[in-house]
């Protein structure tokens, strides 16, 4: 495993990068192509997003081992949720590339989650002509898919969002902090990422809650994109926090995990999160229920 990698760069450290070109992003997107997980593709994806505030951020895809490649994160997806764990509710501009040196559009399946971002049409993309010696920017709109109509008074992907949920089982909360996203609890952090999810079409917001073998914790809330099947899942949105600040962890070390979701919703992840953890985490990984209404 290559060694640990900052997945976001301040505003200073942004500016003193300069422009978003391809000679400036060449060398940092090499530096993160380690990070991938593409070890059953072979095929490793970085992208690079610029933030509203000034900040920037790397998304790399992940493959998880013994699992079909449609419960993968694409880099793309991976950037998004990184974007949601910083607070970031405008991508102004984003690069794509597998090598530093050619840089392309976005998978039609992510187009899909980029979709539900607000003004997203005004979004730069980063490409190259085919020899990757130019670079040019285009309005993202180009690529989105055309007459989709979303909900205008609902918040938009990454905008401030607060799924007024509780848990069923009161009892719970006796330990559940004030400020959870700052606190080292799987069940706190759990439902404080089902609290903050994205599910407007299907009303089922979720939170997965992950600790390591050294007792740090990971989460992430489900991530609904317009076409649905190509939502970013729970589970999936911790790993990405995982990867990200997990210093350059396997997934083994993953111990324990939460999954807060709704009792009697019309989808459920559980089925799902827990294939996954039986798959990838320490075979003696504990996985947990706790429900919401």
């Known amino acids: 495993m290559a060694q640990p990698m900052r997945f976001m760069l301040n505003q200073i450290e942004t500016e003193s990068y300069g422009a978003f070109t391809p000679q400036i992003l060449s060398p940092l997107i090499n530096h993160a192509i380690p990070h991938t997980r593409a070890q059953i593709s072979g095929s490793p994806v970085v992208a ?19 699992l079909p490649l449609d419960h993968s ?29 050619y840089f392309q559009e976005p998978c039609g399946h992510c187009c899909q989650l980029l979709h539900k971002i607000r003004d997203m049409s005004d979004t730069k993309i980063l490409l190259t002509n085919p020899t990757g010696q130019k670079g040019t920017y285009m309005n993202l709109s180009t690529f989105l898919p055309q007459g989709l109509i979303s909900q205008a008074n609902v ?23 004030s400020y959870s996203e700052h606190c080292n609890h799987l069940n706190c952090r759990a439902l404080k990422a089902a609290t903050i999810s994205y599910a407007p079409d299907s009303k089922c917001p979720s939170g997965v809650a992950l600790i390591d073998h050294r007792g740090k914790v990971y989460s992430g809330g489900y991530m609904e994109s ?22 350059g962890q396997e ?13 009697c919703g019309v989808l459920s992840q559980e089925a799902t999160a827990r294939m996954i953890l039986e798959k990838i985490a320490d075979p003696d990984c504990i996985f947990r229920v706790l429900h919401c209404k």
Do not use: W
């Open 73 to 101: 994160i694409h880099a793309e997806q991976f950037l998004l949720a990184n974007l949601a764990l910083h607070f970031e509710q405008k991508l102004e501009c984003i690069a794509i590339s597998t090598n530093g040196y």
């Open 48 to 66: 690079v997003g610029g933030g509203s505030s000034g900040r920037t951020f790397f998304g790399v895809n992940v493959e998880l081992p013994g």
């Open 155 to 177: 918040p938009r992907l990454l905008e401030r969002n607060f799924n007024c949920i509780e848990l069923i089982n009161h009892s719970l909360y006796m330990d559940i902090c």
């Open 251 to 263: 997934f083994k070390n993953i111990v324990e995990a939460v999954l807060v979701e709704k009792k």
């Open 226 to 247: 317009v076409a649905h099947n190509t939502s970013l899942g729970p589970v999936q949105a911790a790993l990405v926090d995982f990867v990200a600040n997990g210093d």
